[in-house]
């Protein structure tokens, strides 16, 4: 199994950015498909950005294109989210998770990832 320890989290002002880090651990860390979530207070965990094992395809919410990107550096074990122009809605837990299926394709159901790092704390003040 992997496990997952996100890093980067803190208190920004809207506008400004921030590097989300994803470290994994374990047999075979770097062959699984990775996404970012993030859930808000009162409100599901929603899908964030995606990659793949390869760093080649990655998908991400509506709401992030433009903004954030995802990225991946196999070498280091570490999945990373850049999130730049931050606005008071990005505030959330983000959390990484590892999906262990076979696909060339990225989830973005929460569901089909089974390893989940303890999240970071992403607050933007306006």
């Known amino acids: 199994q992997v496990q997952l320890v996100e890093s980067g989290g803190g208190l920004v002002q809207a506008g400004d950015s921030l590097r989300l880090s994803c470290a994994a651990s374990?047999?075979?860390?770097?062959?699984?498909?990775m996404a970012w979530f993030r859930q808000a207070p009162r409100k599901e965990r929603e899908f964030v950005a995606a990659?793949?094992?390869?760093?080649?395809?990655?998908s991400y919410a509506d709401s992030v294109k433009g903004r954030f990107t995802i990225s991946r550096d196999n070498a280091k074990n570490t999945v990373y989210l850049q999130m730049n122009s931050l606005k008071a809605e990005d505030t959330a837990v983000y959390y990484c998770?590892?999906?262990?299926?076979?696909?060339?394709?990225?989830?973005?159901?929460?569901?089909?990832?089974?390893?989940w790092g303890q999240g970071t704390q992403v607050t933007v003040s306006s």
């Open positions: 998770a590892a999906s262990t299926i076979r696909a060339y394709y990225v989830s973005r159901n929460p569901t089909n990832y089974s390893f």
């Open positions: 374990g047999r075979a860390s770097s062959s699984y498909n």
């Open positions: 990659i793949t094992s390869s760093g080649v395809v990655m």
